[in-house]
């Protein structure tokens, strides 16, 4: 299978703190896998040095054919723009924007037009089920649909890789089925891979692969 990113010995240390400690990880193209580990065990720092989001102490990251240990992160940021998505379990959505806006504010910095952004995010949005909440503010929307919007907007580059973190955390039970049952939805038809952090038995159940994580290490 085609590899959409990989770490080798990834190491990430804070002062004499160790979080991530000789990290190997491979994820494949149209593949959801689950990093599961208890609170303190190091997946979410994984997962920001996977999206570029933190320098690693030493180890390399390579997503497809491109080297990214070392990159600036001026050079970084233009990566994650256009490559992959990202979920958070707290939104992280724009209050004063509307769903449609919200979508369309990664495409901001770069020179698409007014009318091919909105284009993009309104078809994302479809893709989501939200086509219908264009208008609303995130004040005006359900957890489940904010959480939508999330995910709309991590897809507006058409990325090969979505990380998520806790992207059911905050939501109820039934609402965290429907956001996972939209990741393989996403999966199935577009080919997306997702990294899902997780402490939830449950959101790991329905993952094609696990990857459990303690005090920093794959185990």
Request: negative net charge; glycine residues 8%; without cysteine.
């Amino acid at each position: 299978m085609n590899k959409v990113i990989t770490a080798k010995s990834l190491v990430k240390s804070f002062g004499t703190v160790t979080a991530v400690d000789g990290m190997d990880i491979e994820i494949n193209a149209g593949e959801i896998v689950a990093l599961m580990g208890r609170s303190g065990s190091g997946k979410t720092t994984a997962m920001h040095l996977l999206a570029g989001l933190e320098q690693a102490t030493s180890g390399k990251v390579r997503y497809q054919d491109k080297e990214l240990s070392g990159l600036d992160e001026d050079t970084l940021a233009l990566w994650r723009r256009e490559n992959i998505g990202l979920v958070f379990q707290s939104f992280h959505l724009i209050p004063t924007l509307s769903a449609l806006e919200n979508v369309a504010f990664p495409l901001y910095p770069s020179d698409i037009s007014v009318t091919e952004r909105t284009k993009r995010a309104e078809s994302r949005l479809e893709m989501v089920g939200l086509a219908d909440r264009a208008t609303h503010r995130p004040s005006r929307l359900s957890g489940g649909e904010q959480q939508r919007v999330a995910i709309a907007r991590a897809l507006i580059n058409d990325p090969d890789l979505i990380l998520a973190d806790e992207p059911t955390g905050n939501l109820d039970s039934e609402t965290g089925k429907e956001i996972l049952a939209l990741f393989h939805r996403l999966r199935d038809e577009a080919g997306v891979a997702f990294l899902i952090v997780t402490h939830d038995d449950e959101v790991a159940e329905t993952a094609d692969r696990v990857i459990r994580m303690k005090d920093g290490k794959i185990i």
